[in-house]
């Protein structure tokens, strides 16, 4: 059987056998409401870790992120440590307007988020959550 005939054989199969399938998953998911609504809160439970976990990777490896970039900017007199960003970034809000900073993905429509962290260009001493 070459692959050609192979994949119109499956098509045949697959069509000829979907409605079985979703009847017996309709009747499993009657039969079973409590089992599988406990599978889905322990993998809420486990991805939620995961996240949180991602979260706090993702804060060392922005805080590394802004000091070679910062460092890149100002590089004669460049004086701040890999951990005292790291620090700043974890105290979760912005020192001089006390924003909260905003680890989400920015819009489609935007270039970067305006509540992320960043180093002041000017004064590279506090960290910043712009404002729009």
């Known amino acids: 059987m070459t692959k050609i005939e192979k994949k119109e054989y499956d098509k045949k199969y697959y069509k000829k056998y979907r409605k079985r399938k979703l009847r017996r998953a309709k009747i499993y998911q009657k039969e079973n409401k409590e089992k599988i609504r406990q599978r889905r809160h322990l993998y809420q439970k486990y991805n939620s870790k995961i996240l949180t976990q991602q979260k706090r990777i993702s804060k060392k490896a922005r805080a590394t992120k802004l000091w070679h970039r910062a460092k890149s900017r100002n590089k004669p007199n460049f004086q701040i440590t890999k951990l005292w ?20 993905k920015p819009k489609p429509h935007y270039n970067a988020n305006p509540f992320a962290p960043s180093l002041s260009s000017g004064v590279s001493i506090i960290l910043i959550a712009e404002t729009m």
């Open 85 to 104: 960003v790291e620090r700043k970034l974890l105290r979760g809000h912005c020192e001089v307007t006390n924003i909260g900073f905003d680890y989400t």
